[in-house]
C-alpha cells in the first residue's frame, strides 16, 4: 500500500457516538466544525456496540456518524476495536484473557487484558476487523486506521510460555548453543530439555530476559499482522494503517513493529506539571524515527493528547491558557501531520471521568474549546502550506530498545535512568534549536555532521565499522558513558570497553564507578561534577587524543584521571565522556562541540523559544516555526527580511511573539 502525503495538516479529536443518543451527534459535530476539527477518530474501543452478540455485526450506526461528519467536512480515522473485547467472548472464552506473573487471569472490564498469543483471541480480533475493513475500506471518507490501542500488556501463561520456548529454539538451534550464549554455567542454570525453560518474572539471566523482551516484540508483531492481513486488501489507495504508541514506553523493540505499518504515531500527554519542551521534542524525533528505521520516511501523527487535563496522576493539574496550543504546534514543527485530542466530551460513567475533555458530560464546551478553536484557525490558515514538508535535521541520536533493556535491568546505580541520560545529551541540542532525528542504531549515518551515542551499551561489528566511516568521513561521534559494553546475547564483551571502538576513540576504560556524592570536572572550557557515574580512562593513543577534562580530587581512583577525551581522525573527531556531567557543564561541553562542527540555528531566539523548520519534499522552501514557550512576550531578532505565513507580509528588523503564540515564516 503506498500512501501520499496529505494535502493539509488534520486537527480533530478522539469521538465516542456509541456512548450518546443518535439526536445528539449533530450537535457534536456542528461543535467540531466550529471548532476548526477537520478529522475524528472513531470506533477503537467500540467492540460490543459493533457485535454486540458472537457474529451479530451491526455497524450501520457507525456508518451513519462517519457520513455525517463527512458532511461536516471532517475526516474519519477509524480504530480497531481490539483493545476491548466484550464480555460475551471472554466469558465464553475465559483462556483469552492475559495471566500475570503472578498466575492470576485478568479481570474483564478493563482494555488490553488478552493474551496476545492466543489463537482463539486472534481468530476473533480477524473476523472483526475484517467486517469493518469490508464496510468501510473503500469509504471515501475513512482516511487512515488505527490498530488497536496502545499495546502493552504481557501475558504468562502457558501458552505464552510455550511459544517462548518454541521461539528460543528456532533462534539457537539447540541447547549447546543456547547455553553457551547466555553462560548457563553460571548459577547452574544449565538447560537439557527446551520446556525447562521459564518465562522470566523479576531479574533472571540477561540473555534470558534479552530474548523474553524479543519474544514479546515478535508476539506483538504477529498479532498486529494478523490484522493487518484481515484490513489492508480491503483499502482503497492512499488510506493507511498505524498504532498509536506511547513514546518512551519501553515494552518492546518499536521499530520491529513499524516496519509493518505506514505510519507511526504516539499518545502525547504531560499529567502532572507542565510541558518541558526540551524534552518532549525528543519523543516526536523518536517516533518520527521509526519509519526511518524501516527505510520509507514518513512524518507521524499525535493519535491522542492533552485536553487541559489527565485524570490518572496524583496531582491532575490543568495546563496553563494556551499551553497545549504551543504543545501542538511543537508536534507539528517536529513532523506531526495531525494533532488529536483525547477527548471529545466526559462519559457519564467509566474509569476516565474526569478526564478533561473538550466538551463536558452536560454537553457544553468547556473553557479549554476555545483554545481548540484558536489552534483550529491556525490549521485552516498554514495547514497546506506544511502539509508536504519534513523536518530536517543534521544530528542522529542511536536508539536501541535491547541497549536500554540492559541498563534498566542492571542500572548499577539506583539513579541511572536511561531515558534521563538520553534527554541528558538531547537537552543542549534542543536549546540550540538544531534538528534532531532520533534513529535506530543500524540507521545509515550519511546525511549526518553529529551522532550521539547516548548508553549504547550493545555493539557489534557491523555497528562499530558503520561508525569508524561516519567519523573517518568527517562526522564528529560522541560516545557517552555505558556505551560498548556488551553483544547481541546481552554478555559482556572480552575486552574493555569502548570494545572494538577503542581505537577509534583512543581510550579504554579503565574501571566504572557508581557515584554516592559527586565528584569534580575540570575541563578545558568547563568546570562542574560527575553525578551518578564515572568512567576512569586509560589514553591508548597519545599523539592523536586530547583530554578535555579530568576528575579532581575525590575517591582515590579519580583523582586526576581523565574524563573526557577527543581524538582526531582525518576532519573527523570522536568524542568519548565518561562523566555524567551536571547541567551546566553538560550544556558548555556540547555548545563547543556544536560551535566546532559549525552548526547553528537559523535564527537566534532567547530561551523558551524554540524554532522548527519544516522543508517542501523538493528542498525548495524552508518554513521556520517560531514558537515561545514562556508565559512572558518575547523579542526575536530576525537575520534577513522574513515573510509571514499565511499571506506573505514583510517582516523587518524585529518581531514580538506574545506569551503562548506562534509565528511561521519564510524567507521573503
Known amino acids: 500500500m503506498t500512501t501520499q502525503p496529505p494535502k493539509t495538516l488534520y486537527l480533530g479529536s478522539a469521538y465516542y457516538p456509541e456512548h450518546w443518543p443518535e439526536s445528539r451527534w449533530a450537535e457534536d459535530i456542528r461543535l467540531m466544525q466550529e471548532a476548526g476539527l477537520n478529522v475524528a477518530r472513531l470506533g477503537e474501543f467500540a467492540w460490543s456496540t459493533m457485535e454486540p452478540a458472537d457474529g451479530q455485526f451491526h455497524l450501520d450506526w457507525l456508518a451513519r456518524a462517519i457520513d455525517q461528519l463527512a458532511q461536516a467536512g471532517i475526516a474519519t480515522v477509524l480504530g480497531t476495536p481490539t483493545a476491548a473485547p466484550p464480555a460475551w467472548l471472554t466469558q465464553a472464552h475465559p483462556d483469552t484473557l492475559a495471566v500475570d506473573e503472578y498466575g492470576r487471569r485478568a479481570q474483564h472490564g478493563n482494555r488490553c487484558h488478552f493474551c496476545v498469543n492466543s489463537a482463539t483471541y486472534q481468530a476473533y480480533c480477524r473476523r472483526i476487523v475484517a467486517a469493518l475493513g469490508e464496510r468501510f475500506g473503500q469509504h471515501p471518507?475513512?482516511?487512515?486506521?488505527?490498530?488497536?490501542?496502545?499495546?502493552?500488556?504481557v501475558c504468562y501463561c502457558e501458552e505464552c510460555r510455550s511459544q517462548f520456548q518454541t521461539f528460543l529454539q528456532a533462534r539457537y538451534g539447540s541447547l549447546d548453543e543456547l547455553n553457551a550464549r547466555w553462560s548457563t554455567a553460571y548459577w547452574s542454570q544449565t538447560y537439557t530439555d527446551w520446556r525447562q525453560i521459564p518465562a522470566p518474572i523479576g531479574g533472571h539471566n540477561p540473555g534470558l530476559m534479552l530474548d523474553w523482551k524479543r519474544f514479546i516484540t515478535e508476539s506483538y508483531r504477529q498479532y498486529q499482522q494478523v490484522q493487518i492481513d484481515a484490513l489492508r486488501p480491503q483499502l482503497r489507495e492512499g488510506v493507511w494503517i498505524t498504532h498509536n504508541f506511547m513514546g518512551w514506553f519501553d515494552g518492546f523493540d518499536h521499530y520491529a513493529l513499524n516496519v509493518d505499518l505506514d505510519m507511526a504515531s504516539w499518545d502525547y500527554y504531560v499529567g502532572t506539571g507542565h510541558h518541558d519542551h526540551l524534552e518532549k521534542g525528543a519523543i516526536h524525533d523518536l517516533t518520527r524515527g521509526f519509519k526511518l528505521a524501516s527505510g520509507k520516511p514518513k512524518n507521524f501523527w499525535v493519535m491522542e493528547t492533552q485536553p487541559g487535563s489527565v485524570n490518572w496522576r496524583p496531582v491532575n493539574n490543568m495546563l496553563n491558557q494556551g499551553e497545549a496550543r504551543v504543545m501542538a504546534w511543537q508536534a507539528i514543527g517536529h513532523g506531526a501531520d495531525g494533532v488529536l485530542y483525547w477527548q471529545w466530551r466526559s462519559a457519564l460513567n467509566g474509569q476516565e471521568q474526569y478526564h478533561g475533555s473538550l466538551v463536558d458530560q452536560s454537553g457544553q464546551p468547556r473553557p479549554f474549546y476555545d483554545e481548540v478553536k484558536l489552534l483550529g484557525a491556525d490549521v485552516l490558515a498554514v495547514g497546506e502550506l506544511l502539509a508536504q514538508t519534513r523536518p530536517e535535521a543534521r544530528v542522529a541520536f542511536l536508539n536501541d530498545y535491547p541497549s536500554r533493556w540492559s541498563v534498566q535491568w542492571q542500572k548499577h546505580h539506583a539513579d541511572f535512568d536511561w531515558v534521563k541520560h538520553f534527554t541528558h545529551y538531547y537537552r543542549p541540542f534542543a536549546r540550540a534549536n538544531l534538528g534532531v532525528d532520533v534513529v535506530h542504531a543500524d540507521t545509515p549515518l550519511d546525511n549526518y555532521r553529529i551522532v550521539v551515542m547516548?548508553?549504547?551499551?550493545?555493539?557489534?561489528?557491523?555497528?562499530?565499522?558503520?561508525?569508524?566511516?561516519?567519523?573517518?568521513?568527517?562526522?564528529?561521534?560522541?560516545?557517552?558513558?555505558?556505551?560498548?559494553?556488551?553483544?547481541?546475547d546481552n554478555s559482556l564483551l572480552p575486552m574493555r570497553q569502548?570494545?572494538?571502538?577503542?581505537?577509534?576513540?583512543?581510550?579504554?576504560?579503565?574501571?566504572?564507578?557508581?557515584?554516592?556524592?559527586p565528584v569534580p570536572i575540570k575541563g578545558n572550557w568547563f568546570e562542574g561534577q560527575s553525578r551518578v557515574w564515572a568512567e576512569r580512562l586509560k589514553v591508548r593513543d597519545p599523539n592523536h587524543v586530547a583530554v578535555i577534562a579530568k576528575y579532581g580530587p575525590s575517591n582515590g581512583w579519580l583523582d586526576g584521571q581523565p574524563a573526557i577525551t577527543v581524538r582526531g581522525t582525518s576532519s573527523g573527531l570522536c568524542y568519548y565522556c565518561g562523566a555524567y556531567l551536571d547541567d551546566v557543564a553538560q550544556q558548555a561541553f556540547l555548545h563547543r562541540v556544536i560551535e566546532t562542527v559549525g552548526l547553528r540555528s537559523p535564527i537566534t531566539v532567547p530561551e523558551g523559544v524554540e524554532v522548527c523548520t519544516r522543508v517542501t519534499l523538493d528542498g525548495k522552501t524552508r518554513y521556520f516555526i517560531l514558537i515561545n514557550h514562556t508565559r512572558t512576550g518575547q523579542i526575536i531578532d530576525l537575520p534577513w527580511p522574513a515573510a509571514e505565513q499565511p499571506g506573505g507580509r514583510v517582516l523587518t528588523g524585529r518581531i514580538e511573539l506574545p506569551a503562548y503564540e506562534v509565528a511561521v515564516v519564510t524567507k521573503a
Open 141 to 153: 471518507h475513512v482516511i487512515g486506521w488505527q490498530l488497536d490501542n496502545e499495546y502493552n500488556r
Open 498 to 517: 569502548p570494545g572494538t571502538l577503542a581505537d577509534l576513540a583512543g581510550v579504554e576504560v579503565e574501571e566504572y564507578y557508581a557515584l554516592d556524592e
Open 454 to 488: 547516548p548508553a549504547l551499551i550493545m555493539l557489534n561489528e557491523q555497528r562499530s565499522r558503520r561508525l569508524a566511516e561516519f567519523v573517518r568521513r568527517g562526522g564528529k561521534l560522541i560516545i557517552t558513558a555505558r556505551s560498548a559494553m556488551k553483544d547481541e
